[in-house]
């Protein structure tokens, strides 16, 4: 599946989650998301499909945020990514309900993970 059929599955995610995360403000919900990226990648890279340099530009994601929650959000956020779960519009699935309800893989997710994760790491070094 290429790059619009990975767009389309977070689509799906961030419409389709049932789970409310509580935030303080949107720019929380946003750095929460960051966080819970690079807990999923790191738990893309324990399934063997991401490296460790993915996972740290998830986290120069995170790191160029203008604000952010406290720590302890922060980490529960992260913890949860590590464990699989996808946190998006302040929403929580599983990787394998995403990857169920868009007809793709665990692989197929997680490689759209780390190309955005490179994309936009690479417009924070290249601006």
Do not use: W
Request: with cysteine; glycine share 10%; hydrophobic share 45%.
């Amino acid at each position: 599946m290429g790059r619009v059929g990975v767009t389309c599955a977070l689509l799906v995610a961030t419409c389709c989650l049932s789970t409310s995360l509580a935030a303080t403000g949107p720019m929380d919900v946003y750095a929460q998301e960051a966080a819970n990226r690079v807990g999923l990648l790191e738990h893309c890279q324990a399934l063997g499909f991401a490296r460790a340099g993915d996972v740290e530009n998830a986290r120069k994601i995170l790191m160029n945020r203008p604000a952010m929650p406290p720590d302890a959000i922060l980490r529960a956020a992260e913890g949860d990514g590590k464990k699989g779960k996808l946190l998006a519009a302040g929403q929580y699935m599983s990787l394998e309900q995403l990857a169920d309800r868009s007809h793709m893989t665990v692989g197929q997710i997680c490689d759209g993970f780390v190309e955005n994760a490179s994309v936009a790491a690479d417009m924070i070094d290249h601006p």
